[in-house]
């Protein structure tokens, strides 16, 4: 299934009813959360099926598109001006773009999920609108210049008769500021990728100068008149509960306006922002002890207990006999931990409610669920709730951002008057939505000839909460303290999968992903089983860019390379072998050549075992099975008498189907990459037996600007046939398993838990069992 | 609360603080300037960097009452987007951001340690920058702005 068909299954299963489809959410995160929450536009949304509610033509000439999916750092509005300028010939800056406002905008669910890119540029949304926006333009034109459309061309915003540039007839003339009053038409034609003169192109980015001039206005930049300071009080341990605020701690401190309580919810709200912080560090709250944490030593195993909802995503239902007749049978279990979104930015919002309407500015992934679940919190009525969204830092997925939306509300309506919130880094830290920790079973079975002949998949993940959807305060931390409940958690027996879906990546690409009657998965082996364990988390937990899909991949990845190193075949060759997808086989390709790839098995022979040695590592992915893919080489350094790995040199091979703007492509895979990196070397969230421990840059591990950079070249496969597909998720999601095969190359080591710290690295090195 | 005289991008202001309020406010809250942000409040991170008397420093820890008189540098101080400061330029040429929130640290702390040490090689700039974070890890780009930057020191 192609990712624009299976957008469109997930809306239709969407208005089926919704209940059936929450049972894989909490495993599958961005995507079945989609399919949960819906691309069914909210009431009161401008209707998704005009021309007129994406794109409006003023009389001079320029071009208004509006968008549901919001620029956040990836590049997409500049992608998305250059695609409208595309469809529509005029020149990139005639348009401008507006993203994201619930008075404006149409509703397109969440920023999120890789989901852009394929929502807005293949055969809806605002690509099908400037297509038809087109052919509207032309039949006035037609009409008024007295020609047939097929004599018409296009160029700079005006249309003219081909060999008479004198009888022409400009955009503005032919709207000049009023609606086209057309429907969407699905057989509106696109501009094909060949005669592409914006689209395609390197264009820059709009906003980068006033982002390198300290122009640009942040979330955290927004000033209202009147506005006020607020500062949260969070509990000091998970489970914690309020049992008394002393007002008078802090009555007498300049600036300070108002204590704010609401149930387990504390505030305080002043004048000027230093006054708010030190009035929350002052302010005397007392708190129940929190209900106390399991041992961060041994969790990863102990989920293996905990109750469950299975989720089955294949079973050919004969793996247990396969696997007794093989010739070889492997079984590794990896460890992947909580990590964090750590923006670089704590969260900011602005909330301005007075009496019953509300005006607030959000760095929020989903504007219109801030609408309906802001009125939830505040008891207005939705249609009374504006939802402008204002970048904030870098998000990653459900970073702070929906939490601190409420925190502003909330002191806002406390005090009748605007308030501005960002967190202290300690709360954006101790209080996220973290990426789920996961324990991974992989177990599979080899021929005699060394072929994959049986792959069984067993995965255990723990969740709580997730973004908030339409109804959900809850999902996060500030909805539970005023109590609403996260999303609730009922255990219960795998069913049968109906169909194949594996956007959580939770089958391996060397599977033939058989159900019902059709194979859609990427590889060859048939017998397969995927059965993944949802828990139960003692954290908040939600989507971290590539949900699932990284750990899942960073297992499958490690996995494979241990098959070919058990039967000491070539990595590349071995994953080629039991591969029929060409989009997958071409990245892996791709980058392999980059690389100059020698085939030889791992690890590399001669290597001696103190010092520092090199390998190198492979892996690939078809992200979320069909929406965006990526091969990557990397070269390593292992020191091993210090346990420290350098990453010296990578080649990625992406494929996001036609790029439309490959230094935006590039610019994602770059950073991809590198976060990956620095996920897979030291990002960890730890705690104690009552509260999370890594709460500030020194607790929580992320490579600084410091770092000795890899090389890094990006091949960009260019498939301008094909459907665009996502871009963003992709070269993360090999990183981890990349870099532990090299690392196995290097040292002749298998690595099976992330982060790969020196010391983790320098115990497997000593043969310690960790 | 008292008068603090601060002199921000070379003009003189007169402000009512504590004076134990940190730099960062002053200027992004009370002068609303958008270059120096909130990070982490606790010199981690060096987002809310600006330049004090040519050396970088973190607004979030750094006292008012401490700058009073001196030249106090923020990212709009160094140019414009029409007009914007070569090591800016080189930032836009090398498309290196993406959300752009760290940007204001990576460029005034690369700025500042480049001013002072022309000649600097490239390990000793990424030790400059060892401090610095930028989470969506721009970091390839990033660099070669800076690079790009240093060589026109150099010259």
């Given at each position: ?5 299976r ?6 299963n969407?208005?089926?009813g919704?209940g059936?489809l929450?049972?894989?959410f909490r ?5 079945a959360?989609?399919a949960q929450?819906?691309?069914a536009?909210?009431?009161?949304a401008?209707p ?5 509610s ?5 009389a ?6 509006f ?10 509005s500049?992608a998305q001006?250059q ?12 348009v ?15 920023t999120s999920g ?7 540029f293949?055969?809806?949304?605002l ?10 333009l ?14 018409l ?13 004198s ?16 429907a ?6 696109r ?28 979330v ?14 969070r ?10 605020v002393?007002e ?15 149930k ?15 009035a ?8 129940t ?11 990863h195993e102990?989920l293996?207990?905990?109750?469950s909802?299975d989720v089955?995503?294949v079973?050919?239902?004969d ?11 492997l079984?590794?279990t990896y ?5 964090m ?14 009496g019953e ?5 959000s760095?929020t992934?989903?504007?219109w ?11 207005l ?6 939802v ?21 509300a909330?002191?806002?309506q ?33 021929d ?7 792959w069984?998949?067993?995965a255990?993940t723990?969740?709580?909460g ?16 005023i ?10 027996a ?7 879906n594996?956007?959580s990546?939770?089958v ?7 159900v ?10 048939k ?8 828990l ?16 899942n ?12 190193a ?6 590349v060759?071995?994953?080629l ?5 060409e ?9 392999a050549?980059?690389?100059k790839?020698?085939a030889?098995?791992?690890?590399k ?10 390998g ?7 992200y ?12 390593v ?20 189907g ?9 610019n ?6 590198l ?6 070397l030291g ?5 104690d ?5 890594s ?9 600084p ?8 070249e ?9 459907e ?21 190359d290097?040292t ?9 710290t ?8 000593q043969?310690?069992i960790? | 609360m ?11 202001h007169?402000?009512?603080?504590d004076p134990?309020t940190?730099?960062?406010?002053a200027?992004?809250?009370?002068l ?16 809310c960097?600006?330049i ?5 420093v ?15 540098v ?8 029409e007009?914007?400061?070569l090591?800016q330029?080189?930032f ?6 993406q959300?752009?929130?760290?940007l204001?640290?990576?460029?005034l702390?690369?700025k500042a ?8 090689s ?8 060892s401090?610095?974070?930028?989470r969506?890890f ?14 026109e020191?150099?010259?």
């Open positions: 299934m192609t990712p624009a068909a957008a469109e299954l997930n809306r239709r969407f208005l089926k919704a059936a929450i049972v894989g495993m599958l995160g961005g995507d959360a989609r929450f819906g691309q536009p909210l009431p009161g401008p998704m099926d005009q021309v007129d994406w794109i409006a033509i003023a001079d000439g320029s071009i208004t598109a968008s549901g999916k919001e620029e956040l750092g990836q590049g997409i500049t001006q695609l409208v300028a595309e469809e529509l010939s005029v020149p990139f800056e005639r401008k773009l507006i993203y994201c406002d619930t008075a404006l905008t149409p509703d397109q669910a969440y890789s989901q852009s890119h394929p929502a807005n293949n055969h809806g949304n690509a099908q609108a400037g297509a038809t926006a087109r052919e509207a032309f039949k006035m034109a037609s009409q008024q210049l007295n020609v047939p459309v097929e004599r061309s296009a160029a700079n915003g005006v249309i003219s008769v081909k060999g008479d540039a009888k022409k007839v400009t955009y503005g003339q032919l709207v000049g500021g009023k609606k086209l009053n057309v969407l038409d699905k057989n509106a034609k501009k094909p990728a060949s005669e592409w003169t914006v689209l395609g192109k390197p264009i820059g980015r709009p906003d980068m100068a006033a982002m390198a001039t300290g122009q640009f206005e942040y955290h930049n927004v000033r209202l008149p009147g506005m006020l300071h607020g500062r949260v009080v509990p000091p341990a998970v489970g914690a509960t309020l049992m008394s002393d008078n701690s802090v009555k007498d401190m300049p600036g300070v306006v108002k204590v704010v309580t609401r387990n919810f504390v505030g305080v709200v002043a004048e000027k922002p230093w006054q708010a912080m030190q929350a560090e002052k302010l005397k709250v007392s708190w002890a929190g209900s106390g944490l399991p041992k961060q030593v041994g969790f102990s293996r207990k905990q109750p909802r089955k995503l079973d050919s239902k793996t247990e006999q396969t696997l007794a007749t093989a010739a070889t049978v079984k590794s460890y992947h931990p909580y990590q979104h750590g923006s670089v930015g704590s969260s900011c919002a602005v909330a301005d409610v007075q309407k509300a005006t607030i500015y760095p992934q989903g504007v669920y801030q609408k309906t679940t802001g009125a939830m919190i505040l008891g009525k939705p249609e009374k709730v504006h402008i969204f204002r970048r904030g830092a870098g998000c990653y997925g459900l970073n702070g951002a929906d939490t601190v939306t409420y925190d502003a909330i002191l806002s406390a005090v009748g008057k605007p308030v501005r919130v960002q967190l202290s880094r300690k709360d954006e830290m101790a209080w996220e939505n973290y990426g789920n920790a996961w324990t991974i079973d992989e177990h599979a079975g080899l005699a000839k060394g072929n994959i002949i049986a069984e998949h067993e255990w723990p969740g709580l997730n973004r908030p959807g339409p109804e959900t305060p809850g999902n996060v931390v500030t909805g539970m303290l109590g609403y409940q996260p999303q609730a958690f009922r255990p219960g795998a069913q049968e999968p109906k169909t194949y594996n956007n990546n939770g391996p690409s060397y599977v033939a992903g058989h019902g009657d059709k194979s859609e998965g990427t590889g060859t082996v017998s397969e089983k995927v059965l993944v364990h949802n139960v988390s003692p954290f908040w937990t939600g989507p971290l860019r590539s949900p699932a899909r990284l750990q991949t960073f297992a499958h990845e490690s996995f494979m390379d241990e098959l070919a058990r039967v000491k075949a070539d990595p060759e071995y994953r072998r039991h591969l029929h997808d989009r997958v086989i071409g990245v892996l390709n791709a980058a050549k980059a690389a790839w020698e030889r098995p791992s690890p022979a001669g290597n001696p075992k103190s010092g520092v040695v090199t190198r590592g492979v892996a690939c992915v078809a979320e099975g069909d929406n965006g893919y990526t091969g990557i080489v990397v070269e350094e292992v020191n091993q008498d210090t346990g420290k790995v350098a990453v010296k040199r990578m080649w990625v091979g992406i494929d996001a036609p790029i439309s703007n490959p230094d935006g492509l590039r994602q895979a770059e950073g991809g990459a976060q990956g990196m620095s996920r897979a990002e960890e969230v730890t705690w037996d009552q509260k999370v421990t709460v500030d840059w020194r607790s929580y591990h992320s490579l600007l410091g770092f000795e950079v890899p090389k890094i990006c091949v960009l496969v260019n498939r301008p046939d094909e665009a597909t996502g871009a963003g998720e992709t070269s993360i999601t090999v990183m981890a398993a990349a870099i532990g095969n090299a690392i196995f290097a002749g080591v298998r690595l099976r838990q992330i982060p790969l020196p010391e983790r690295v320098k115990e497997a090195l043969g310690e960790i | 008292s008068a603090i005289n601060l002199k921000v991008n070379g003009r003189s007169t402000l009512d603080l134990s940190p730099l960062l406010y200027l992004s809250d009370d609303g300037l958008h270059g120096p942000k909130f990070g982490c409040g606790l010199g981690q991170c060096g987002a960097t600006a004090v008397n040519g050396t970088a973190r607004s979030c820890v750094t006292p008012v009452s401490t700058v009073v008189g001196k030249d106090i923020t990212l709009e101080g160094l140019g414009t987007p007009k914007p400061h090591i330029k080189a836009i040429d090398e498309q290196a951001a959300c752009g929130f760290c204001n640290g990576v460029i702390t690369a340690f480049l001013d002072k040490n022309p000649k600097a490239e390990s000793q700039i990424q030790q400059a920058l401090g610095v974070l930028c969506c721009t970091h390839v780009r990033m660099q070669q702005a800076i690079q790009r930057y240093a060589k020191v150099a010259k």
